[in-house]
């Protein structure tokens, strides 16, 4: 079974599949890292994932956009929603410290999620949304993104990417849920 999912490799969404294996005990399962929700169900729609997983709302940054824009342009069931309890963290490169940082990035519902912080702490910060929390993990890691940024991305992006934690647990809210939901092709 192959499960694509709207994020890159260590995203919410990869957490997420991993959960929903588990719960579902489901042998012989890939995770697809597919980005963004388009590309989720235009792989469920075609038949070349078996499911998709991607967020739908977040109990503080409200609906993703995203997801609700790709949901009206295809066709697909669904089989399930749930939530996970989700914590951001401001990653960095190694050895970078706070009063090298001038601009910050992630997903715009990551952004949301920590809007506060970000005013509090960061008020002179350039923020810019990103495709996609760990894609931006990943690319700070890879030099596409200046050494003088920070990205808020999942825990697990400072293990994958070789990043640090400069600061935990960044979001708003200390409960702060995303609901997902598992897609499937629509059986004619």
């Not at 588990?22 to 499911?51: H, M, W, Y």
């Not at 914590?87 to 706070?98: C, D, E, Q, R």
């Not at 910050?104 to 920590?114: P, V």
């Amino acid at each position: 079974m192959k499960i694509g999912i709207m994020g890159a490799k260590g995203s919410f969404s990869e957490k997420a599949a991993e959960d929903y294996i588990a719960q579902q005990f489901i042998d012989n399962c890939s995770i697809v890292p597919l980005v963004s929700a388009e590309n989720v169900l235009s792989e469920v729609e075609s038949g070349t994932i078996d499911k998709g997983i991607f967020p739908i709302e977040n109990s503080n940054g409200g609906v993703v956009l995203e997801a609700v824009h790709a949901m009206a342009k295809h066709r697909f069931a669904i089989e399930r929603l749930f939530e996970i309890d989700v914590h951001h963290m401001l990653l960095v490169l190694p050895g970078s410290t706070a009063s090298r940082i001038d601009t910050i990035t992630s997903h715009d519902q990551a952004l949301k999620q920590c809007r506060m912080y970000l005013k509090r702490a960061w008020p002179d910060a350039d923020i810019e949304p990103y495709a996609d929390t760990a894609k931006a993990a990943e690319d700070l890691s890879r030099g596409v993104l200046s050494d003088s940024t920070a990205v808020i991305a999942p825990r697990r992006c400072a293990e994958i990417y070789g990043l640090e934690i400069l600061e935990e647990s960044i979001q708003d809210l200390k409960f702060n849920y995303t609901s997902f939901v598992v897609a499937t092709r629509l059986e004619e």
